[in-house]
């Protein structure tokens, strides 16, 4: 089965750091996602990623960038992190535009400080 | 802005009993997905249906699709304590130049009592 992994599980960084958050697919998959997952709130995607290099903004963009430099790799940066960026934040990845599911990693639950 | 409004929030029943979920969304959707989710952890993939299909069946499962009222149900039949989990309904639009782009709803908290 498709692997998403997330480079951390919990993380605990300072307001105002530049913050990486690493996620990986083994699939070859077209498009990768991020989300960040808040309690109320369900799962709000930040950026999603279509191709390499090829980006599109969610619907809650701003305080992140992302990184698509390779097909399997998508990064999201958090440019200056801020105590209302603590958040789960979830990766996931699917085949190809519109027709299949998604698969996810396991979440990173950051803490920022 | 979220597509997907689900309903109910949260859900409590008894072991054996059926447990419905609703999500409605706002724009034409390529097709819609159920996923789950256990405490703390990622998503899985329950069931896809397609704008053009009303109904679709895995196992315990049963989705229907409703276009004209922009709205889809999961069914659970004869559930058990292990299906206590979020559920999040997810939709794909129309538009092709947004891709895959896969937006959740808020989710419904079922909890299934032994």
């Known amino acids: 089965d498709v692997k998403v992994t997330q480079s951390s599980r919990y993380l605990v960084k300072r307001t105002g750091e530049k913050v990486f958050l690493e996620c990986v697919q083994d699939m070859d998959h077209e498009n990768m996602f991020w989300y960040r997952q808040d309690p109320g709130l369900g799962l709000r995607l930040i950026y999603f990623?279509?191709?390499?290099?090829?980006?599109e903004k969610g619907d809650i963009p701003e305080g992140y960038s992302v990184s698509r430099e390779k097909k399997e790799r998508f990064s999201l940066i958090l440019e200056s992190a801020s105590t209302n960026q603590t958040s789960m934040y979830l990766c996931?990845?699917?085949?190809?535009?519109?027709?299949?599911?998604?698969?996810f990693g396991q979440g990173t639950r950051l803490t920022v400080v | 802005s979220q597509q997907g409004e689900e309903d109910p929030q949260a859900l409590s029943i008894q072991e054996g009993e059926n447990a419905t979920m609703n999500c409605s969304y706002k724009?034409?959707?390529?097709?819609l997905q159920w996923y789950r989710q256990n405490s703390g952890r990622g998503l899985v993939h329950l069931i896809l249906?397609?704008?053009?299909?009303r109904e679709k069946h895995s196992g315990r499962l049963r989705v229907t699709l409703d276009t004209s009222k922009k709205s889809s149900s999961l069914l659970i039949t004869a559930s058990r304590a292990a299906d206590t989990a979020s559920y999040f309904c997810a939709t794909v639009g129309m538009i092709y130049n947004q891709g895959g782009k896969l937006i959740f709803g808020q989710g419904t908290e079922l909890s299934v009592k032994p």
């Open positions: 996931a990845s699917s085949l190809s535009p519109r027709q299949t599911k998604a698969f």
């Open positions: 249906i397609r704008s053009n299909e």
């Open positions: 724009t034409s959707i390529n097709n």
């Open positions: 990623s279509y191709d390499v290099k090829m980006k």
